[in-house]
């Protein structure tokens, strides 16, 4: 079982930034891919950044060179920086991490955190 704890989403005007967190309750070592989806409303839940097998990484070609992933292996916690935020930015942000089981694999979804990007 995995826990995602998320946080740093609110209110942001636009072209500004924000950084949002995701704690793992294990080590993220044990998990084979993790990162950040969203879903806006009205609309299907969509990949944003993930990191893949090893340290490659997946990111929405709607967020590519505004939002940044990275992790603290220590601190067992991946990080979605954004910048350069847009309006159509709003939306809640999940954590999700996939853990490859003998026969399947397991998803985990933290509870969200909204992201509004508004004058």
């Known amino acids: 079982q995995v826990q995602l704890v998320e946080s740093g989403g609110g209110l942001v005007q636009p072209g500004g930034s924000l950084r949002l967190s995701c704690a793992a309750s294990v080590s993220i070592f044990s998990i084979n891919a993790m990162g950040w989806y969203r879903q806006a409303p009205g609309k299907q839940r969509e990949l944003v950044a993930v990191?893949?097998?090893?340290?490659?990484?997946n990111i929405a070609d709607s967020v590519k060179g505004r939002f940044t992933i990275s992790r603290d292996n220590a601190k067992n916690t991946v990080y979605l920086q954004m910048s350069s935020l847009k309006p159509e930015d709003t939306a809640v942000y999940y954590c999700?991490?996939?853990?490859?089981?003998?026969?399947?694999?397991?998803?985990?979804w933290g509870q969200g955190t909204r992201v509004t990007v508004s004058s």
């Open positions: 990191f893949t097998s090893g340290s490659s990484t």
């Open positions: 999700h991490a996939a853990k490859l089981g003998a026969l399947r694999a397991y998803d985990y």
